[in-house]
């Protein structure tokens, strides 16, 4: 593919509309609202988001239980949470994802453990309510130092209409108050998994929020209590974090969800401040403690000293000069290491080029990590990005950036193939694409079995592993099959 480079809005606006030109007429004219080019002033990237995909067309989004289960509920390690269905769903989700945490596995925490109830064909016929409190009897008494059950629906749930919701109250009545969670998160439900993140912030506030009673909270508040929301720990991100939290003076009383517990999310309206890492799936829990507890929120950055030291700051502005002295001591007493960082990697990435597509936050908050690094992000999107992300993106892409929404595996090759970027930043299905077409990549989702990411220990990770990958001598001695014919 070959596009004329005039000014880069010009070329994204000529490459969109060739790549557009492959798909049928009423399929390019529903996909031409999710492909753009940012113009630098606008108030938002000028895509349309959180929109149906079109039958047929390859997409990555993932589904309402794969929000619930496997982002917000799924590393909170000492409930056991069962996937209520065919067995299929519950084994592509296990230990799916990176979130580490402390404990022993199978006795007391629970995370990279997959419990199910199997639906055969006779569930579907005469419903799964009977089985689904027969497991909670097995979990009572195979591991009966979990703190709790999830009830994670998948599909046929909904469909078929059990009741989940009676189950969970009788069996927690039956268990003395055992705190026993239906979560309505069925696959079909919305557009993406989006709505799976929402519909489980709502079952935290409707069953462990509104059952608390405050008269018997062991937690002793100071002024310095905060938590942190929306952080899953991969690869121990949410450690590399509380680090810096701690350091300047602050108490963390909770992680959201990455190595967290049930005790933290009933700890958390004792907070005084709410620190939002992932706003796309925890935003909704975050606005609601801010209404009903008067808990303010704020969101953090913690790729790349430029934005750890801006949120540091901004998270200070918060409290009192104590907490203000803290993070300038904080910033102080990395700066060094991370000048050390880029005065090694810098001069071997510099002016590189990075296309991003990923999920959460990642393709806007990495921007800032890549640009400490001399590098430049060309393209990014979302897999299911929300109006507010997209205009939240503006704060971080420059103009020119070609911007892609659920961006079909057609689509990104192409895209890939025209502007020849020397990094590709996505997930796992497209890691294998993209190098057999000879590009260095990365995988975004769960850092390529590395990290940690975040903080400034993770930048140091974040640096070495991009440039191991751009720097790597295999791309000059390896040719994709096409290009050898």
């Known amino acids: 593919m070959s596009v004329p480079v005039e000014n880069s809005n010009e070329r994204n606006q000529a490459l969109v509309e060739e790549v557009l030109a492959a798909y049928p007429a009423k399929a390019a004219k529903r996909r031409a609202k999710h492909l753009g080019s940012y113009e630098q002033g606008e108030s938002d990237c000028g895509v349309k988001s959180n929109a149906r995909s079109i039958p047929g067309v390859m997409t990555i989004r993932g589904c309402a239980y794969a929000g619930s289960k496997g982002v917000v509920w799924g590393p909170i390690k000492d409930m056991v949470h069962i996937s209520h269905g065919p067995v299929g769903c519950g084994q592509y989700s296990w230990a799916a994802r990176r979130n580490y945490y402390i404990g022993t596995t199978g006795v007391d925490t629970f995370v990279t453990m997959q419990f199910t109830s199997d639906f055969q064909e006779k569930d579907i016929v005469f419903g799964g309510d009977k089985k689904l409190a027969r497991i909670m009897d097995e979990i009572q008494e195979l591991f009966p130092l979990n703190h709790g059950i999830t009830v994670q629906s998948e599909c046929p749930i909904g469909l078929i209409g059990d009741d989940i919701e009676a189950v969970s109250k009788a069996k927690s009545k039956e268990y003395d108050g055992k705190t026993i ?81 049930l005790a933290e999310l009933e700890a958390t309206p004792k907070a005084k401040l709410n620190v939002l890492h992932c706003y796309r799936s925890m935003n909704y829990i975050s606005r609601h403690m801010e209404e009903k507890y008067g808990i303010p929120w704020v969101e953090y950055n913690f790729f790349g000293p430029t934005k750890i030291a801006e949120s540091l700051r901004e998270i200070a502005s918060h409290f009192d000069d104590r907490i203000k002295e803290g993070a300038e001591r904080v ?46 992000v060309i393209g990014t999107g979302y897999e299911f990005g929300h109006n507010d992300d997209y205009q939240r993106t503006t704060h971080y892409v420059k103009d020119g950036t070609l911007i892609y929404d659920d961006v079909t595996g057609y689509e990104f090759e192409k895209f890939v193939d025209a502007l020849q970027p020397d990094l590709v930043a996505s997930g796992i299905k497209e890691k294998y694409v993209f190098q057999k077409m000879g590009f260095p990549f990365r995988q975004m989702h769960s850092w390529d079995y590395s990290g940690p990411y ?3 220990d993770g930048f140091a990770i974040f640096a070495r592993d991009m440039d191991m990958a751009i720097n790597n001598p295999v791309w000059s001695m390896t040719t994709a099959p096409w290009q050898a014919a």
Request: glycine share 12%; with cysteine.
């Open 331 to 376: 910033i102080a007493k990395y700066q060094p290491l991370m000048q050390a960082v880029v005065d090694k990697y810098r001069p071997r990435l510099e002016g590189k080029k990075v296309m991003l597509f990923v999920g959460g936050l990642r393709p806007r908050h990495v921007i800032g990590a890549y640009e400490d690094l001399g590098m430049e």
């Open 181 to 261: 969670v239906p979560v309505r998160c069925e696959g079909f439900r919305g557009v993406s998994q989006s709505l799976g993140h929402h519909i489980a912030n709502d079952s935290i506030r409707d069953w462990v929020f509104d059952k608390l009673d405050p008269e018997k909270s062991a937690l002793q508040s100071t002024p310095y209590d905060v938590a942190i929301i929306g952080d899953y720990n991969i690869g121990g991100d949410a450690w590399s974090s509380r680090i810096l939290l701690e350091e300047m003076g602050l108490r963390v009383v909770a992680q959201w969800s990455g190595d967290g517990s």
């Open 454 to 456: 975040h903080g400034y």
